[in-house]
């Protein structure tokens, strides 16, 4: 089974990554998040997560920075919190968006490490997923970042490759309203 992996950013998906090429799975990674503010920050999540799939010998595959059409998608739900509708939204549009990719460039599912992060909740980036994959017909495989010691490898990968390890998910600082 050749899966696409959605990737947020390196600190989340480094593990992840590691045990799949361990486990000798198929497959390579997309990064695809309009969500993401400012432009330059973007810029150096792909930066860092690509750097990290050259590290590891992982496909790497970047997806278009449409951030209006992202904007336009959580229009009204600018208040909400994180873990909130506007989430709700974001994990459905980056989900949909990466099944449609691997639909039409031969991959048999995805799979995604959005819900990694302890500020996360994973039962709503499964729920987001379950929407995606009923509509595009493209299987979700849900992957374990954080127990079995995923947690601790993932700390210790991005001390040992220095990753760049931004505070907040992607769309304001976590500081200000969420
Ligand atoms: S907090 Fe993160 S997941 Fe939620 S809407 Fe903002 S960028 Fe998307």
Redesign the pocket.
């Known amino acids: 089974m050749r899966i696409l992996l959605l990737s947020c950013c390196a600190p989340c998906s480094c593990a992840v990554i590691e045990k799949m090429v361990r486990e000798g799975r198929d497959f390579a990674v997309a990064f695809y998040n309009p969500?993401i503010v400012p432009l330059a920050e973007h810029e150096k999540r792909r930066e860092e997560n690509l750097r990290l799939c050259k590290n590891m010998n992982v496909p790497f595959v970047e997806l278009e920075y449409d951030n209006a059409t992202w904007q336009a998608a959580?229009k009204g739900l600018e208040d909400e919190p994180?873990r909130g509708r506007?989430?709700d939204v974001?994990?459905y549009m980056r989900l949909k968006r990466v099944m449609e990719y691997a639909r039409e460039n031969g991959f048999d599912a995805v799979a995604s490490v959005l819900g990694v992060s302890r500020y996360k909740d994973l039962a709503q980036v499964n729920r987001a997923a379950a929407k995606a994959s009923a509509e595009s017909g493209v299987p979700y495989v849900e992957i374990e970042g954080r127990k079995g010691g995923m947690q601790d490898r993932r700390l210790q990968l991005i001390k040992e490759l220095a990753l760049y390890s931004q505070d907040y998910?992607?769309?304001?600082p976590r500081t200000k309203n969420?």
Request: charged share 25%; net charge positive; hydrophobic share 25%.
């Open positions: 969500n959580v994180e506007r989430c974001c994990f998910c992607g769309c304001r969420i």
